[in-house]
C-alpha cells in the first residue's frame, strides 16, 4: 500500500508554483520599497508563546493547535499564525535597539487542525507583515495602503478593503460587558459554540458564520458608539488619511478579530469569489502585545494573507513558469558533445535550454521540444558541425535560418534572454 500525504496538508506541484512564486516575489518587492525586511522564524515554538498572545479562550488555542511535549517534556506548537513567533524573536534579539521602528515581513507556512475545505488547510501559508514602534494612525492607513498596493500588483481587483476599530483597554472593558449583557438575553438563540464561549469572548459571537447567531446579533450594540475620546480620534484619523491617500475602504462595525492582542485599527480584505471564506488577508493593531510578551512597551500594527487563497483567486491568470527558451536537438555523437557544452554555457549565463539525454531520433527531439513549447530549435547533426553552421528554427511560425557554429552563443543571446521570467 502506497503512502499518502496527511489530510489537510497538501503537496504544491510544479504546475502550480508559478503562481506561488509570482505572489511571494511580489511581495518581497512590494514590501520592500515600503522598508519591510524579511524576517524567518521557527515552526515550532513554545506552547506558551501562543497561549500568552492569542488567548487561551480563542478558539485556535482551545481547539486547533498542534500541540506536543518534545523528549525533555517541554510542550512544544507548529505555529498557528506568524504575529506572535515574529514579536518573540523582536524581543529576543532585541531588535528594538537597532531601530525605533521595525518594519518585518515574513512568508511560510502556518498549521491548524480544523476541518479542511476550499481555501482552509491544516498547513496553509501566510505572507504578513509586521510595523513595530508608530503609534501614530498615518502609519495604519500607510499599512493599509501598502496592502491595497500589493492586491492591485498581483492584479486582484475584485477584493475591498473594510475596516473597524476594537478600541483599547480602556474601552474595551465597558462594550464587552454592554455585548455579553445583550447577549444573555438571546442564548437560546446562539449557536453551542457561543453558548459556551459568549461570557469569555462575547466579541467572537459577532464573527459567528452560524445563521442563528448571525440573525440574534443583527442589533448587537456596536463597537464604535464605545470608542475612548484617543480611540474615536485615531480610527477617525485613519479614515482621514486613507481618504488623503485614495485608498478605498468602508467601516464594518461588525468586524473582529479572533485574537486576543488586537486593539484600536482592525481589517480585513474581504472578496466575493471564495464563498464563506471572503477574508484573503487580516490584521490590526496590537500595541500591548510586545510588553505582554516581555519587551519593551512598544505599539505595533500587522497584517496576514492567506496564500492558498490568493491561489485560488489567481487560478484564471494562468501563470506559468516560462517555457526553455530554446531545445539542442542533436544527431550524431559529435554533436551530441558539441551541444552539451553550449546547454552548460547558457545555463551559467541564466537561460533556460534543454537537450535530449536519451538518445531519441531527431524527429522525436522535435516533438519534445514542440511539447516543452520551446521558443527556439537548433538542430545540429556531425555534418553540420563538420560545415560550421546549423539551423534555427523559430517554433512559433517554423521559421529557419543558417547560425554559424563559431559564433553561435553570440548569435543566440539576443533571441534568448529574455526567456527567465515569469509571466501572466
Same mark, same amino acid.
Given at each position: 500500500?502506497?503512502? $499518502? ?49 492569542? =488567548? ?19 510542550? &512544544? ?17 532585541? *531588535? ?7 518594519? *518585518? ?10 476541518? +479542511? ?25 500607510? %499599512? ?14 475584485? %477584493? ?18 454592554? !455585548? ?11 449557536? +453551542? ?6 461570557? $469569555?469572548?462575547?466579541?467572537?459571537? *459577532? ?30 484619523? %485613519? ?48 500595541? =500591548?502585545?510586545?510588553?505582554? &510578551? ?19 483567486? !489567481? ?9 526553455? @527558451?530554446?531545445?539542442? @536537438? $542533436? &544527431?550524431?555523437?559529435? @554533436? ?9 554555457? &547558457? ?25 516543452? #513549447? ?8 556531425? #555534418? ?18 543558417? %547560425?554559424?557554429?563559431?559564433? *553561435? ?6 533571441? !534568448? ?6 509571466? !501572466?
Amino acid at each position: 500500500m502506497s503512502i $499518502t500525504g496527511i489530510k489537510g496538508m497538501n503537496d504544491i506541484l510544479p504546475s502550480e508554483i508559478a503562481t506561488w512564486q509570482f505572489l511571494e516575489d511580489t511581495a518581497r518587492r512590494i514590501f520592500a520599497t515600503y522598508g519591510c525586511q524579511e524576517i524567518r522564524v521557527p515552526v515550532v515554538e513554545k506552547t506558551e508563546l501562543f497561549c500568552r498572545s492569542i =488567548g487561551e479562550t480563542t478558539d485556535i488555542v482551545e481547539k486547533e493547535m498542534y500541540t506536543f511535549n518534545d523528549k525533555s517534556d517541554n510542550s &512544544l506548537t507548529l505555529r498557528p499564525e506568524g504575529t506572535a513567533p515574529v514579536m518573540r524573536s523582536f524581543i529576543q534579539h532585541k *531588535l528594538f535597539n537597532q531601530d525605533q521602528v521595525s518594519k *518585518l515581513y515574513y512568508l511560510g507556512p502556518m498549521f491548524r487542525y480544523e476541518r +479542511p475545505q476550499k481555501g482552509r488547510y491544516r498547513q496553509f501559508h501566510q505572507i504578513g507583515a509586521e510595523i513595530i514602534g508608530i503609534d501614530d494612525p498615518r502609519m495604519d492607513a500607510q %499599512v493599509l495602503a501598502m496592502l491595497s498596493h500589493y492586491f492591485e500588483a498581483v492584479g486582484l481587483t475584485d %477584493v475591498s478593503l473594510q475596516i473597524n476599530s476594537l478600541g483599547c483597554p480602556k474601552c474595551r472593558p465597558d462594550y464587552r460587558q454592554t !455585548l455579553i449583557d445583550f447577549l444573555q438575553q438571546r442564548l437560546d438563540q446562539l449557536c +453551542p459554540d457561543c453558548q459556551r464561549r459568549y461570557a $469569555t469572548n462575547p466579541l467572537r459571537v *459577532l464573527d459567528c458564520k452560524s445563521k442563528s447567531c448571525k440573525e440574534a446579533t443583527q442589533d448587537a450594540p456596536s463597537v464604535l458608539d464605545h470608542l475612548c475620546d484617543e480611540c474615536d480620534t485615531h480610527f477617525a484619523t %485613519v479614515q482621514q488619511c486613507l481618504n488623503q491617500l485614495g485608498t478605498a475602504y468602508s467601516i464594518n462595525n461588525r468586524m473582529v478579530r479572533g485574537l486576543d492582542y488586537y486593539t484600536k485599527t482592525t481589517f480585513e480584505m474581504v472578496t466575493n469569489n471564495l464563498g464563506a471564506q471572503n477574508a484573503v488577508a487580516a490584521g490590526g493593531r496590537y500595541d =500591548g502585545l510586545v510588553e505582554e &510578551l516581555g519587551g519593551p512597551s512598544l505599539p505595533g500594527i500587522g497584517f496576514a494573507m492567506g496564500v492558498e487563497r490568493l491561489v485560488l483567486l !489567481l487560478q484564471d491568470k494562468k501563470i506559468k513558469t516560462p517555457p526553455p @527558451a530554446l531545445f539542442l @536537438a $542533436t &544527431l550524431g555523437k559529435d @554533436a551530441e558533445e558539441f551541444a552539451f557544452k553550449v546547454l552548460h554555457q &547558457l545555463q551559467r549565463e541564466g537561460i533556460y535550454a534543454e537537450m535530449d539525454f536519451t538518445g531519441r531520433s531527431l524527429k522525436a527531439q522535435l516533438r519534445r521540444a514542440d511539447k516543452l #513549447n520551446c521558443r527556439y530549435t537548433i538542430m545540429i547533426g556531425d #555534418n553540420e558541425l563538420s560545415e560550421g553552421s546549423a539551423q534555427l528554427k523559430r517554433m512559433a511560425d517554423g521559421d529557419q535560418q543558417a %547560425v554559424q557554429l563559431s559564433q *553561435l552563443l553570440e548569435q543566440l543571446r539576443p533571441l !534568448l534572454d529574455d526567456a527567465s521570467t515569469t509571466s !501572466l
